[in-house]
């Protein structure tokens, strides 16, 4: 698929935090552009057609799918509603990028790679953070060999959100959870780095509204083992530490978002350079092992307009544009690898209950 000038016109279903950020992003993704956006509420498709100009609103998602002038719908839409919504633009036979989760089970992803791959129509999960050059950096490092065998990562995403019960985050009916939250981005990543794991095991926590409020998971792949965690009860680390047999990497911070590749001779002093956490103590250490030149150590900054969407931008339109049906470095099935390692998770009794 191509529009006249090769550009893949998007249009965008809701208007919350996540569809502005794409919206402000896009600008920086070459080869796509802004056309449209669809809301429930019509006053908040106005609204963020304002702070847009240039877009086109839609009444309904339906109405968006059959325009001719979208190329391709972007799903920003809360996690309950991604299977509905996407289902509405295969079906009309518009490419389709969901914000993650895909859907919030395999089930729901199963039917949504079924549809796509029923109608010849591309999809893809928005884990946006694969496609970010600092990870890219890292993959190409660890391909290379150059910290030799992998042996162990460790990562931990975890920020503090005040209970609210009907908030989406401990909404049971709105996909609510840390995994489902916060938890799919370390696993997506360890298995972008390693593959598929070959043994899980896990604990998590409980919120009173019965989701998870933290977890904790250990992935084996062969001789590595991945140690990851989440949560909305603290707020955590938030690096990606890979450590293999000849050297340590460290993406940060927060990881999610990572715009720096430290690479150390050893995990200790990967730790001592390049620590985690807002804390004084751990801001003062990374200033300071930014600037002093350590032994083997190598840090290197890749800067990142904006919130860095536009990297998965690029690449999702660039699929499109090819006829794709997936892009190779974010498939169906590794959203579905990472949908069935939180449910093998979930699927255990919890460990504790977690009291606000």
Not at 234 to 246: A, L, P, S, T
Not at 331 to 340: A, N, R
Request: some cysteine.
């Amino acid at each position: 698929m191509s529009t006249n000038n090769g550009t893949i016109r998007w249009g965008i279903s809701a208007t919350g935090g996540i569809a502005h950020a794409f919206a402000r992003d896009i600008e920086w993704a070459r080869g796509a552009s802004l056309a449209g956006v669809t809301s429930r509420d019509p006053a908040k498709a106005m609204a963020f057609a304002k702070e847009h100009p240039g877009i086109e609103t839609f009444d309904t998602l339906e109405a968006m799918a059959a325009s001719d002038h979208v190329d391709a719908i972007y799903v920003a839409s809360p996690h309950s509603v991604h299977l509905d919504q996407a289902l509405i633009a295969l079906k009309a036979g518009k490419p389709v990028l969901v914000e993650k989760p895909l859907p919030s089970s395999s089930r729901a992803a199963k039917k949504l790679s079924e549809a796509s791959f029923n109608a010849r129509t591309f999809a893809m999960e928005g884990m946006w953070t694969r496609y970010l050059p600092a990870v890219q950096a890292a993959r190409k490092v660890i391909k290379a060999g150059q910290i030799g065998a992998v042996r162990a990562i460790r990562s931990e995403l975890a920020w503090r959100r005040p209970y609210d019960p009907e908030n989406r985050f401990f909404d049971p009916t709105k996909g609510g959870g840390a995994l489902l939250d916060l938890g799919v981005y370390p696993v997506s990543l360890a298995c972008f780095f390693l593959g598929e794991p070959d043994s899980i095991e896990g604990k998590w926590t409980e919120a009173p509204t019965g989701v998870d409020v933290a977890a904790e998971i250990t992935l084996g792949f062969g001789k590595a083992t991945a140690e990851l965690s989440c949560g909305f009860d603290r707020n955590g680390d938030n690096r990606f530490v890979i450590e293999g047999d000849k050297g340590t990497l460290v993406l940060g911070m927060p990881f999610i978002g990572a715009r720096i590749l430290g690479r150390y001779g050893s995990a200790t002093m990967a730790d001592i350079a390049f620590p985690g956490g807002e804390r004084f103590g751990s801001r003062f250490r990374r200033k300071i092992g930014a600037k002093l030149p350590l032994p083997g150590a190598k840090r290197k900054v890749f800067p990142v307009p904006g919130t860095g969407l536009s990297c998965e931008i690029e690449a999702a339109s660039a699929a499109i544009r090819e006829g794709r049906m997936e892009e190779p470095d974010n498939t169906m099935s590794d959203s579905l690898i990472v949908l069935e390692i939180v449910e093998t998770i979930l699927a255990q009794e919890p460990t504790e209950s977690w009291k606000p």
